[in-house]
């Protein structure tokens, strides 16, 4: 084996010094696809290529498209501090001088990696994890660890109340004697559903014979695999999965900073953030003039590099002004900048204290933010003051554009609109319990009859609608029309209709 | 303050000529952050970009990339008349040699600004207007000012039949004594609703502190404010907003004519113009190839420029083939080219005369272009001549790619589809109409009951969509299952569903 | 008239040279608006653009951007194989020598023809069909006449079930005596929607008159035209519309392979492709990358000209490795890498044996791939055998840039989505037999009562979705509530809460 990797390393080197395909530069602008000085890439790494370039070529040319390719940490910690696209302080001596490679990236920490095996001679890891990445961005393993993000699957499947609504919601329904009866779900539709973007815990069953181009291979059999969910368990025991947003193996900051990224997991009619970005002025003009714009810079500099904000402007990446100063930091945990809650729960609320929600109890003793009443679980979220810090420092970045006028007149029409729609959801609320006092719904299951199903779109479809549309500088035919207050009002009326309705045909049947 | 502006602006004046941020050009191709001849600004706008340079960096680097910043009045009027794009015939003197900086535009007609103020030693208005537009673009604000997009608060506001639909819709719910009540809607919601799209009324209430980076400063405190909705009623007393189309602070025609302007406030499910592009082939062409395209040339040249339209094509922009010829005069008053309106009412009709369509009475004394059951008030509306008039304006931009047998083959399809679809209205109509002779619901408010509810979904929502499929080439999937055929014949169905049942209870209830 | 003719290509041939519209190369990297050597234009095409020139122009510049206007057939032949564009052995000797123009197209096979007419001194056709392009193309339009494409027309109006589900959707309903009475869908409402996509018959009626610029021109009356529907009956009798992918009059593969082009009719609710795709990690890298991509190569090499797939890439495209081996040979048979059909039909089911499927007959002796109840005509099916051949060859696309592991996994959770999914559908039909046996909905016609949409809706709306979503690496947040989990398991509670309503109101009746 080890002579077939010789020749085939010998092989690539050639390929990569003649192949017209790698150094062929059709496009001196944006290509990536630079010649590579083989004297940096790792001997492992060479290795992992000469067979990979064959057998997957598309991830391998990819990451040759990638700054990863191109740079090796030591080179990259020699940047001005604010263009330094590294955390860590010292690299590790083995590290410092290899571009970042497959071995570089797959072998880290194998002690911890339950998922490593033998390979071709090398011993590697199948998923690379937040702590494998944080040899090089540790500032940003350490932010996202502790977020809301991290604790993704935790915060939907440790929450009763939420485990009720995934399984009614997901689980296959048979007829049985004309009634519905629910199945468990199976752990891939969850898979291919909620946890497609939470994420799955990803175990070694064991290893297994694969069948491959080249012959048959030993591999881990993994659980839940493949998934790049926010808030992946890896089999190393760390939380989440980096590819969810820099998506493998580019690892590119210009895709984690344009929407499409965010827009994966963040839409209609749940998390409608895309949605409502397109509708808006900053989308508008996003999608209208991005092609001029700086994607890449870092840091990045508004109106120089991007002249209206993308998701990553507003909620995580480092932005500075022309002349340098910085209006915010960068950080991966991605709450940090945001003073209130406006999706996924019953009803607006504070951000919670800890990325971890599932500690949270409220006085009905239900692991929620609020009561179905909307009674706040005020020691579980920040208080004022932080709140009021968050949104300084959201108005810092629309500062760079906007007067503050602009940006106050802006967000006490997202406080009057979260009021509103709270109390939108609160009708639909009073309606549920008098389909359950009236006895034609069952309060056992809040998710599984009609009447709750309505009462579950208003807050999770229709108020977050509104209020997404509300914060993002408008989309207000979406907040009219689309999912907003045409909804929420329509909603109350046929919840309206089908109690009277079916309390009507109750009470009859009562009293004959 | 004085001594601290001219620090400021020799400061400017240095980062203008040193700033590799400003003077660099990344591409060539693209990048239009020029370098300015500082001559070519005026004292005064000097003056505000010395310090909004620091503040608000982002407008002042969005208005460099402009024309505005590049170019003088003077300059722009000596260009042929076809690519002219400025129509004023003479501009001061005091203006003709400067570029449009922040002063030349902030300071028009100071007297009939309530929003005039004194800041930092100028006096200036908050809300730059239309009427400020006109010194330089005064043919464009003639067309738009006639136009329904000007009076786009008065046509929904002022009409009694739409504002109860827009305070059902906009309107706090509240359960009391199991009865739904709708509370008059708040200004913040109705500014973050249908008023975004069509525009807030902007009036000085006094003057307010602000808190802002420099201190603290005076600004006159104004009412719905920020708001860029294209019927925006404006502290001069001027209707409109240009930057609904073209954004702050690059004002650009690519922008304008790229269809994600339109979309902002034309789109699903009440004017699904964006999402009938999107499907359309012309939408294909767009998205597949419009990197290609001259998006910004004036004249724009079909076939050169541009290979498929955009909405600008079509609805406004001064269009000429290769060779040279008028294919459509330029036109800011929107509707111009159309000879039929297809939404936003129950039933399609010829285009009112009047942009200002409050005016309209039919013939049972209600402010509606055709009564309920589908009778036109004709006397608002054009006459037969005049439709054919702008078909044939609308066919001679057609006419730039297909040949007439084509044309009049689309628009007979088009001319079927309003007569089908407002005979789908038409039977949603008539079930209503017989709910409320029913008494099951009540048709004082023709919008607040789920049956009504749901005709109003037939002609806002279903209607409308399958003839913006027709009209735009073809969304074929769109008009059969998305919002159109599909959605009309189902709710005619549930309607009727709904009927029979509120029916067969309350008769059961009246023979007991 | 041919003196006109004359003169008029005088003028062309001069405006060609001399025009800086055609002869400026603004964009030396993308503009193919290149000089012509009007030597390789025929005569007769020379004709045609002399007049077409002034009078559409649109498409005489499409076509002067496009390959056609470039390259002779004698050359394009001369490529090596796996480079060639054109797929004829070889070309007879008028033709060869020619640039692919106006005549060249519009004057094959006239005897076929019944479109063909005079115009100008010249016989041409209207109607450029696949039997016309097969000159140069004869395997792709082979493949392509084999398919399900080519008989889409059929597929959907000469099976009973299907045409009484169009005739429901797209027929006028009015009320008559309380009663919804649906009219016969008229041709033109067909066209605009089922047929947009399908395609339409097109037939000559006669000849008749044509006022155009020029002044009045006698012409083909064709019935249901203008039309580019994918499997539209052309008037020589062959079968679609190359032009439904490849749009007038660049013929563009760029276009072809832009997901935009399949969106057109693959999208949401029934066929929702694209909005799947938008959703998945694939489309996420398209979107945020293709600008350095290279759309346009042949064959096309995944990670050097693409990093991500779009629907060409994994269903028809030649594909190779960067090493130029082939990973996946072109076809227009569309189905031909496809195993299993995921929407459409009330079951998944392997593909069938014929792109004819109205040959197809059930154990109920209908014309569909399953009974209502789930069970497989399997004898139209393709076998286990021809599934798992094209199952590799998918796998074999895949395989370019990822694993065999995480590609197992992959097609194991679609293939548990199809179970789960499919027991879904039949919960909703046993609802479905259930009203039907109550007698509160009628079976006669399965589409035009509420319940009996509901139960359309199930699984031409939302098992689909749920299977498109699990097939595309991913959409998940659009399986679990866009369209998907949600909407099935509220669809069965709706449908459950009508039928117990409907059956107890009806039930008292039959008690009185």
Known sequence: MRRVLFVLILLFLFVLSASPGLADKKDAEHKKDAELSTARLSPSTQACIACHAQYTPGIVHDWLSSRHSQTTPADAMKKPELERRISADTISEDLAGYVVGCYECHSRNPKKHKDNFEHMGFRINVVVSPDDCRTCHP?????????????????????????????????????????????????????????????????VKGMKQLVVASGEIIVPDLTNWPNQGVGRENPDGSLGACTACHPRHAFSIE?????????????????????????????????????????????????KDFKAPTCAVCHNSLIVSPSGAVLAERTHDFGSRMW???????????????????????????????????????????????????????????????????????????????????????????LMLEAWSNGIEDKSNPFDEPIEQRWTKQWLFFANSARYASAMTGAPDYASFKHGWWNMTNNIAEMKEMIDLKTSVKDKKATK
Request: some cysteine; glycine content about 6%; hydrophobic content about 35%.
């Open 139 to 203: 500032v940003e393993v350490t932010q996202f660890s502790g977020s809301k993000k991290a604790n993704a699957i935790k915060n939907l499947m440790a929450n009763p109340v939420y485990h009720t609504l995934v399984d009614n919601v997901t689980g296959v329904k048979r007829i049985v004697n004309g009634k519905i009866i629910t199945e468990r779900p199976s752990e891939k539709t969850l898979h291919e559903s909620c946890l497609g973007c939470h994420g799955t815990k990803i175990e």
């Open 255 to 303: 895709v984690a900073r344009k929407p499409y990224t965010c827009a994966q997991c963040h839409e209609e009619p749940d998390v409608p953030a895309w949605d409502v970005y397109k509708e808006s002025k900053h989308g508008n003009i996003f999608f209208s003039k991005y092609h001029e714009w700086d994607m890449n810079a870092v840091p990045w500099t508004v109106g």
């Open 340 to 430: 209130v809650r406006l999706f996924g729960l019953i009803y607006s609320h504070p951000q919670p204290v800890s990325g971890d929600t599932s500690v949270i109890k409220n006085k009905d003793g239900m692991p929620l933010p609020t009561t179905f009443t909307g009674m706040k679980a005020s020691e579980f979220l920040i208080d004022k003051e932080e709140q009021e810090k968050r949104l300084r420092s959201m108005k810092s970045v629309c500062n760079g554009c906007h007067n503050m006028d602009w940006i106050n007149g802006h967000f006490a029409k997202l406080a009057s609109t979260i009021l509103e729609t709270d109390a939108m959801t609160q009708a639909a609320t009073n």
